[in-house]
T-cell receptor, first 117, second 114 residues
Framework: GAGVSQSPSNKVTEKGKDVELRCDPI?????LYWYRQRLGQGLEFLIY????????KSGLPSDRFSAERTGESVSTLTIQRTQQEDSAVYLC???????????????FGAGSRLTVL | DQQVKQNSPSLSVQEGRISILNCDYT??????FLWYKKYPAEGPTFLIS?????DKNEDGRFTVFLNKSAKHLSLHIVPSQPGDSAVYFC?????????????FGTGTRLTVIP
Protein backbone atom coordinates (compact mmCIF):
# COMPACT_ATOMS: atom_id res chain seq x y z
CA GLY A 1 0.00 0.00 0.00
CA ALA A 2 0.87 3.64 -0.18
CA GLY A 3 1.18 4.16 3.54
CA VAL A 4 1.63 2.37 6.85
CA SER A 5 -1.51 0.45 7.69
CA GLN A 6 -2.51 -0.46 11.23
CA SER A 7 -5.34 -2.60 12.52
CA PRO A 8 -7.56 -2.52 14.38
CA SER A 9 -8.04 1.23 14.51
CA ASN A 10 -9.89 0.84 17.80
CA LYS A 11 -9.87 -1.98 20.31
CA VAL A 12 -11.75 -2.19 23.59
CA THR A 13 -10.84 -5.11 25.81
CA GLU A 14 -11.29 -6.27 29.36
CA LYS A 15 -8.48 -6.26 31.86
CA GLY A 16 -6.56 -9.53 31.75
CA LYS A 17 -7.26 -10.31 28.09
CA ASP A 18 -4.57 -10.56 25.44
CA VAL A 19 -4.58 -8.26 22.43
CA GLU A 20 -2.76 -8.24 19.10
CA LEU A 21 -2.11 -5.13 17.07
CA ARG A 22 -0.98 -5.36 13.47
CA CYS A 23 1.20 -3.13 11.33
CA ASP A 24 1.75 -3.30 7.56
CA PRO A 25 4.75 -1.11 6.70
CA ILE A 26 5.44 0.59 3.41
CA UNK A 27 6.83 -1.85 0.89
CA UNK A 28 10.61 -1.60 0.78
CA UNK A 29 10.94 -0.08 4.23
CA UNK A 30 13.26 -2.39 6.12
CA UNK A 31 13.00 -0.55 9.43
CA LEU A 32 9.85 -0.77 11.55
CA TYR A 33 9.11 0.88 14.88
CA TRP A 34 6.41 0.72 17.49
CA TYR A 35 5.59 3.70 19.69
CA ARG A 36 2.75 4.35 22.08
CA GLN A 37 1.11 7.50 23.35
CA ARG A 38 -0.74 7.38 26.62
CA LEU A 39 -3.10 10.16 27.56
CA GLY A 40 -1.21 13.34 28.37
CA GLN A 41 2.14 11.81 27.44
CA GLY A 42 4.51 12.07 24.50
CA LEU A 43 5.20 9.23 22.11
CA GLU A 44 7.21 6.49 23.81
CA PHE A 45 9.53 4.19 21.88
CA LEU A 46 8.70 0.50 22.34
CA ILE A 47 10.60 -1.65 19.85
CA TYR A 48 12.53 -1.39 16.59
CA UNK A 49 13.13 -3.93 13.82
CA UNK A 50 15.79 -3.56 11.14
CA UNK A 51 15.95 -6.25 8.49
CA UNK A 52 17.20 -9.54 9.88
CA UNK A 53 19.03 -7.97 12.82
CA UNK A 54 17.96 -8.68 16.37
CA UNK A 55 15.23 -6.21 17.34
CA UNK A 56 15.88 -3.39 19.79
CA LYS A 57 13.40 -4.17 22.56
CA SER A 58 14.74 -1.63 25.02
CA GLY A 59 11.49 0.33 25.15
CA LEU A 60 9.12 -2.51 26.00
CA PRO A 61 7.64 -1.65 29.40
CA SER A 62 7.23 -5.20 30.70
CA ASP A 63 7.43 -8.84 29.71
CA ARG A 64 3.72 -8.74 28.92
CA PHE A 65 4.66 -6.89 25.74
CA SER A 66 6.19 -8.64 22.75
CA ALA A 67 6.45 -8.03 19.05
CA GLU A 68 7.24 -10.11 16.03
CA ARG A 69 8.04 -9.25 12.47
CA THR A 70 8.03 -11.60 9.52
CA GLY A 71 10.99 -10.71 7.32
CA GLU A 72 10.57 -7.16 6.15
CA SER A 73 6.80 -7.16 6.19
CA VAL A 74 4.01 -7.32 8.72
CA SER A 75 4.62 -6.83 12.43
CA THR A 76 2.39 -7.81 15.33
CA LEU A 77 2.54 -6.24 18.78
CA THR A 78 1.08 -8.50 21.46
CA ILE A 79 0.08 -7.41 24.92
CA GLN A 80 -0.70 -10.23 27.31
CA ARG A 81 -2.90 -9.91 30.38
CA THR A 82 -3.74 -6.32 29.58
CA GLN A 83 -3.89 -3.76 32.37
CA GLN A 84 -5.70 -0.42 32.45
CA GLU A 85 -2.38 1.43 32.20
CA ASP A 86 -1.86 -0.20 28.79
CA SER A 87 -4.64 2.01 27.41
CA ALA A 88 -2.99 4.16 24.75
CA VAL A 89 -2.68 4.82 21.05
CA TYR A 90 -0.12 2.42 19.61
CA LEU A 91 1.66 3.85 16.59
CA CYS A 92 3.70 1.97 14.05
CA UNK A 93 6.21 3.65 11.75
CA UNK A 94 8.50 2.44 9.02
CA UNK A 95 11.48 3.81 7.14
CA UNK A 96 14.46 2.93 5.03
CA UNK A 97 17.49 1.80 7.06
CA UNK A 98 18.65 4.20 9.75
CA UNK A 99 21.26 6.50 8.27
CA UNK A 100 21.90 10.19 8.63
CA UNK A 101 18.75 12.19 9.16
CA UNK A 102 16.60 9.12 9.59
CA UNK A 103 14.02 10.57 11.91
CA UNK A 104 12.61 12.82 9.23
CA UNK A 105 11.79 9.88 7.01
CA UNK A 106 9.68 8.00 9.52
CA UNK A 107 6.25 7.31 8.08
CA PHE A 108 3.68 6.71 10.76
CA GLY A 109 0.45 4.80 10.59
CA ALA A 110 -2.76 6.25 12.00
CA GLY A 111 -2.43 4.15 15.13
CA SER A 112 -4.47 1.62 17.06
CA ARG A 113 -6.37 3.04 20.01
CA LEU A 114 -6.49 0.48 22.82
CA THR A 115 -8.87 0.88 25.73
CA VAL A 116 -8.59 -1.57 28.62
CA LEU A 117 -11.65 -1.58 30.86
CA ASP B 1 10.58 11.62 33.15
CA GLN B 2 9.65 13.80 30.22
CA GLN B 3 12.83 14.97 28.50
CA VAL B 4 10.95 16.98 25.88
CA LYS B 5 8.17 19.23 27.10
CA GLN B 6 5.44 21.12 25.35
CA ASN B 7 3.79 23.09 28.10
CA SER B 8 0.93 24.49 26.04
CA PRO B 9 -1.59 21.79 25.21
CA SER B 10 -3.48 24.10 22.88
CA LEU B 11 -3.16 27.34 20.92
CA SER B 12 -5.68 29.35 18.90
CA VAL B 13 -4.61 31.88 16.28
CA GLN B 14 -6.44 34.01 13.72
CA GLU B 15 -5.85 33.18 10.08
CA GLY B 16 -3.03 35.26 8.67
CA ARG B 17 -1.36 35.84 12.03
CA ILE B 18 1.76 34.16 13.37
CA SER B 19 1.56 30.89 15.28
CA ILE B 20 4.36 30.21 17.76
CA LEU B 21 4.65 26.74 19.25
CA ASN B 22 7.16 26.21 22.02
CA CYS B 23 9.19 23.25 23.19
CA ASP B 24 11.68 22.81 26.03
CA TYR B 25 14.11 19.98 26.62
CA THR B 26 16.22 18.88 29.53
CA UNK B 27 18.95 16.71 27.98
CA UNK B 28 21.93 18.79 26.86
CA UNK B 29 23.11 15.85 24.73
CA UNK B 30 20.27 16.36 22.26
CA UNK B 31 21.69 17.57 18.96
CA UNK B 32 18.86 17.10 16.48
CA PHE B 33 15.34 18.44 16.78
CA LEU B 34 12.22 17.86 14.74
CA TRP B 35 8.63 18.96 14.49
CA TYR B 36 5.90 16.58 13.40
CA LYS B 37 2.33 17.49 12.46
CA LYS B 38 -0.64 15.24 13.09
CA TYR B 39 -4.13 15.49 11.67
CA PRO B 40 -7.01 13.56 13.30
CA ALA B 41 -7.11 9.87 12.37
CA GLU B 42 -3.72 10.11 10.68
CA GLY B 43 -0.19 9.38 11.83
CA PRO B 44 2.32 12.16 12.56
CA THR B 45 4.19 13.47 9.52
CA PHE B 46 7.59 15.13 9.49
CA LEU B 47 7.45 18.91 9.13
CA ILE B 48 10.85 20.48 9.74
CA SER B 49 14.07 19.78 11.58
CA UNK B 50 17.13 21.58 12.89
CA UNK B 51 20.60 20.49 13.86
CA UNK B 52 22.25 21.86 16.98
CA UNK B 53 24.92 23.55 14.85
CA UNK B 54 22.25 25.96 13.63
CA ASP B 55 19.94 28.34 15.42
CA LYS B 56 17.39 28.74 12.65
CA ASN B 57 15.96 26.69 9.81
CA GLU B 58 13.33 27.97 7.43
CA ASP B 59 11.06 26.14 5.02
CA GLY B 60 8.40 28.26 3.40
CA ARG B 61 5.95 29.46 6.02
CA PHE B 62 7.62 27.34 8.71
CA THR B 63 10.67 28.39 10.70
CA VAL B 64 12.23 26.58 13.62
CA PHE B 65 14.42 28.47 16.09
CA LEU B 66 16.81 26.79 18.50
CA ASN B 67 18.20 28.38 21.66
CA LYS B 68 20.68 25.87 23.03
CA SER B 69 21.59 27.85 26.13
CA ALA B 70 17.93 27.96 27.14
CA LYS B 71 17.27 24.40 25.89
CA HIS B 72 14.33 25.79 24.00
CA LEU B 73 13.03 25.59 20.48
CA SER B 74 10.06 27.11 18.78
CA LEU B 75 8.14 26.66 15.57
CA HIS B 76 6.83 29.76 13.84
CA ILE B 77 4.14 29.55 11.18
CA VAL B 78 3.61 32.71 9.17
CA PRO B 79 1.02 33.38 7.91
CA SER B 80 -1.15 30.79 9.65
CA GLN B 81 -3.77 29.07 7.53
CA PRO B 82 -6.84 27.02 8.56
CA GLY B 83 -5.19 23.93 7.07
CA ASP B 84 -2.44 24.27 9.63
CA SER B 85 -4.91 23.25 12.35
CA ALA B 86 -3.41 20.05 13.77
CA VAL B 87 -1.46 18.67 16.71
CA TYR B 88 2.24 19.53 16.56
CA PHE B 89 4.82 17.32 18.24
CA CYS B 90 8.32 18.41 19.09
CA UNK B 91 10.98 15.67 19.12
CA UNK B 92 14.66 15.49 19.96
CA UNK B 93 17.44 12.98 19.57
CA UNK B 94 21.13 12.62 20.28
CA UNK B 95 23.48 11.04 17.83
CA UNK B 96 20.72 10.89 15.20
CA UNK B 97 20.91 7.13 15.23
CA UNK B 98 18.96 4.67 17.27
CA UNK B 99 15.22 4.54 17.27
CA UNK B 100 15.26 4.56 21.06
CA UNK B 101 17.05 7.91 21.02
CA UNK B 102 14.11 9.91 19.68
CA UNK B 103 12.06 11.59 22.40
CA PHE B 104 8.72 13.27 21.79
CA GLY B 105 6.80 15.98 23.57
CA THR B 106 3.13 15.66 24.44
CA GLY B 107 1.96 17.82 21.55
CA THR B 108 0.25 21.19 21.10
CA ARG B 109 -3.10 21.42 19.35
CA LEU B 110 -3.13 24.42 17.02
CA THR B 111 -6.44 25.84 15.86
CA VAL B 112 -6.32 28.48 13.14
CA ILE B 113 -9.55 30.45 13.10
CA PRO B 114 -10.73 31.60 9.65
Amino acid sequence: GAGVSQSPSNKVTEKGKDVELRCDPISGHTALYWYRQRLGQGLEFLIYFQGNSAPDKSGLPSDRFSAERTGESVSTLTIQRTQQEDSAVYLCASSFPLAGDWANVLTFGAGSRLTVL
Amino acid sequence: DQQVKQNSPSLSVQEGRISILNCDYTNSMFDYFLWYKKYPAEGPTFLISISSIKDKNEDGRFTVFLNKSAKHLSLHIVPSQPGDSAVYFCAASHGRTGANNLFFGTGTRLTVIP
